[in-house]
C-alpha cells in the first residue's frame, strides 16, 4: 500500500494506493483501493453501520419513506447487514414492534432486532418457509443481492438484473397487499 491514507494535503484528499500483488486479481486490487478511498466506507465504520450501502437505503428510505414503525420486512442478501440494520431502526424490531428476517448465503453475525436464516432464496420451498417464519406475509421486500463481481460491468449488470427479477417473482410469493419490493440494480444498458 503506498500514499497517506485519508489525510489531506492543501484541501486535497491524498488518495490510498495499492500496489498490485501476486496472489491478488487486479479487480480486487481495484476493490481494494476503493475500499481504502470510499469516504462512505470511513463514515459506516464510524457510524456503527456494517457497510455502506447502509445509506443508500437511508438515502432510498428518506426519498420515498418506505420503511414503517411495525412492518415485516425481508432482507434479501443481507450479508454483512447494512440494510437489515437500517431496517430494524425504521421498524422498530429492536422494539418488538415489527419484524425484519434476513437472508443470505453467506453467514452473517447477529443484528440487533433481525432474525437470520442462512439461506439461498431461488431454493423452491425459499417462499413457503419465508411465509413459515413470519407467520403470514410480509410488508415489504429488500433485495440487494449482488453475485460476486467479475469487474466486467456489463455482465455484473446483466447478473443482477437476472437475480432482481427472480426476486420480484419471489416478493409477489410473499407480500401482503399494498406490500412493497425494493431492489438495487445497477445502471446498464439492460
Ligand atoms: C452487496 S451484498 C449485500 C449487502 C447488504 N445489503 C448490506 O447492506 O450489508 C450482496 C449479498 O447478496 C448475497 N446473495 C447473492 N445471491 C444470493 C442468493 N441466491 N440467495 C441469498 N443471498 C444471495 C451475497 O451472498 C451477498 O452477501
Excluded: C
Excluded at 80 to 102: E, F, H, L, N
Excluded at 155 to 178: C, H, K, M, W, Y
Amino acid at each position: 500500500m503506498t500514499g497517506g491514507g485519508s489525510g489531506r494535503e492543501g484541501g486535497r484528499a491524498l488518495k490510498t494506493r495499492v500496489k498490485t500483488a501476486r496472489k491478488r486479481s487486479l479487480a480486487s486490487t481495484l476493490w481494494l483501493e476503493r475500499q481504502l478511498n470510499d469516504p462512505y466506507v470511513a463514515q459506516a465504520r464510524r457510524e456503527g453501520y456494517r457497510s455502506r450501502a447502509a445509506y443508500k437505503l437511508l438515502e432510498i428510505d428518506e426519498r420515498y419513506k418506505v420503511l414503517k414503525a411495525g412492518q415485516r420486512i425481508v432482507d434479501l442478501g443481507a450479508a454483512p447487514g447494512g440494510w437489515s440494520q437500517v431496517a430494524a431502526a425504521k421498524t422498530g424490531s429492536r422494539d418488538g414492534k415489527g419484524r425484519v428476517i434476513a437472508i443470505d448465503l453467506l453467514e452473517m453475525n447477529a443484528v440487533e432486532g433481525v432474525e437470520f436464516r442462512r439461506v439461498d432464496f431461488h431454493d423452491a420451498d425459499a417462499p413457503d418457509r419465508l411465509r413459515a417464519w413470519l407467520g403470514g406475509l410480509a410488508d415489504g421486500v429488500l433485495s440487494d443481492m449482488a453475485a460476486n463481481a467479475t469487474g466486467h460491468r456489463k455482465t455484473d449488470q446483466l447478473r443482477i438484473a437476472g437475480l432482481v427479477e427472480l426476486a420480484a417473482e419471489f416478493a409477489s410469493d410473499v407480500l401482503a397487499p399494498g406490500g412493497f419490493f425494493l431492489a438495487k440494480v445497477l445502471q446498464g444498458g439492460a
